[in-house]
């Protein structure tokens, strides 16, 4: 059974980091794109993030870019998402998400396992 796990979220103020963690259970970590997700209240979920199966690779939205970064570690079966100078626009809840086909997906169609969600919240 596949499981994916975040953690790491939190209220911050503005300005603030976090970074969120992801550790995945029931595949074979490394065969798989992964990539982080966001969906505040009322609005459709967006993507944050991507990283290849190596690591070699990632894929950041002009959105968060500059402030976002996603990393792996295959050792410890876990992906990340260091989240720096937080704003308030940032607040939703936080997915990250499992591909196992070749390329990083940037729409949620195109993943196949999704984690629970940790709450980010960002004061002004």
């Known amino acids: 059974q596949v499981q994916l796990v975040e953690s790491g979220g939190g209220l911050v103020q503005a300005g603030a980091s976090l970074r969120l963690s992801c550790a995945a259970s029931?595949?074979?970590?490394?065969?798989?794109?992964m990539g982080w997700f966001r969906q505040a209240p009322g609005k459709e979920r967006e993507f944050v993030g991507a990283i290849s199966r190596t690591g070699g690779t990632t894929s950041i939205p002009d959105s968060v870019k500059g402030r976002f970064t996603i990393s792996r570690d295959n050792a410890k079966n876990t992906v990340y998402l260091q989240m720096n100078s937080l704003k308030p626009e940032d607040t939703a809840a936080y997915y990250c998400?499992?591909?196992?086909?070749?390329?990083?997906?940037?729409?949620?169609?195109?993943?196949?396992?999704w984690g629970q969600g940790t709450q980010v919240t960002v004061s002004s």
């Open positions: 029931g595949l074979t970590f490394s065969s798989y794109n």
């Open positions: 998400a499992a591909r196992k086909l070749l390329g990083l997906g940037t729409r949620t169609p195109e993943y196949d396992y």
